[in-house]
């Protein structure tokens, strides 16, 4: 099986900051890495997938990029609608989500 | 526009069964593949399920495997998750998600707002 591991778990952060979640994969999963959205109440969000390709209608202030067994969601500029938990997810083989980091108001 | 609607859910006792349902509306549901994934209370995401358009393919996370049975309707739009042997780390939300394959891999593309499950005597 493949383990997915994200980096924060928590990120304390103010509007306007660039933010950064890594992402691992135990294993290569080529670019088969999709990132979601989570508010509290709310069904995940797809927000890119193959790492970088982002999804119609999210904003371009978000960025992806790695290969192989690491990757990146960016956020250059940090909005009030981005307080939110993200995920990854692998879907090389079967599908697996990493941990969560959840991105929280300083 | 899509539309992923979950059903079904509720308090069970342990060893207890349920069946959850989700219908689907806005894509052409016999074309998709489909997943079941859960959510424990203030816990990740966690796969649980897929069934191909067609019902052919089907897998299961071990942590489920032989306890829990996903199906298709295809003529209903709806898909559905038999769940027995209910133990109480099957507490969660479950939501289903509809796939988009690219060069054979897939991902969730949309999801439904979740059914609550609570395994508790």
């Known amino acids: 099986d493949i383990q997915m591991t994200q980096s924060p778990s928590t990120l304390s952060v103010s509007v306007g900051d660039r933010v950064t979640i890594t992402c691992r994969a135990s294993?290569?999963?080529?670019?088969?890495l999709a990132w979601y959205q989570q508010k509290p109440g709310k069904a995940p969000k797809l927000l890119m997938h193959?790492?970088?390709s982002l999804e119609s209608g999210v904003p371009s202030r978000f960025s992806g990029s790695g290969s192989g067994t690491e990757f990146t969601l960016t956020i250059s500029s940090l909005q009030p609608d981005d307080f939110a938990t993200y995920y990854c997810?692998?879907?090389?083989?079967?599908?697996?989500f990493g941990q969560g980091t959840k991105v929280e108001i300083k | 526009q899509v539309q992923l609607v979950e059903s079904g859910g509720g308090v069970v006792q342990p060893g207890g069964s349920l069946r959850l349902s989700c219908a689907a509306s806005?894509?052409?549901?016999?074309?998709?593949?489909m997943n079941w994934v859960r959510q424990a209370p203030g816990k990740g995401l966690e796969w649980v399920a897929f069934?191909?358009?067609?019902?052919?393919?089907?897998y299961y996370a071990d942590s489920v495997k032989g306890r829990v049975t996903i199906s298709r309707d295809n003529s209903k739009n709806t898909m559905y998750l038999q769940m027995s042997s209910l133990r109480a780390e099957d507490t969660a939300m479950y939501y289903c998600?509809?796939?988009?394959?690219?060069?054979?891999?897939?991902?969730?593309?949309?999801w439904g707002q979740g059914t609550l499950v609570t395994i508790s005597s």
């Open positions: 998600a509809k796939d988009v394959r690219r060069d054979g891999n897939r991902y969730f593309d949309y």
């Open positions: 997810q692998q879907y090389n083989s079967l599908w697996t």
């Open positions: 806005g894509f052409t549901f016999n074309n998709c593949g």
């Open positions: 294993q290569s999963i080529s670019n088969w």
């Open positions: 069934i191909g358009y067609d019902g052919n393919k089907i």
């Open positions: 193959e790492a970088s």
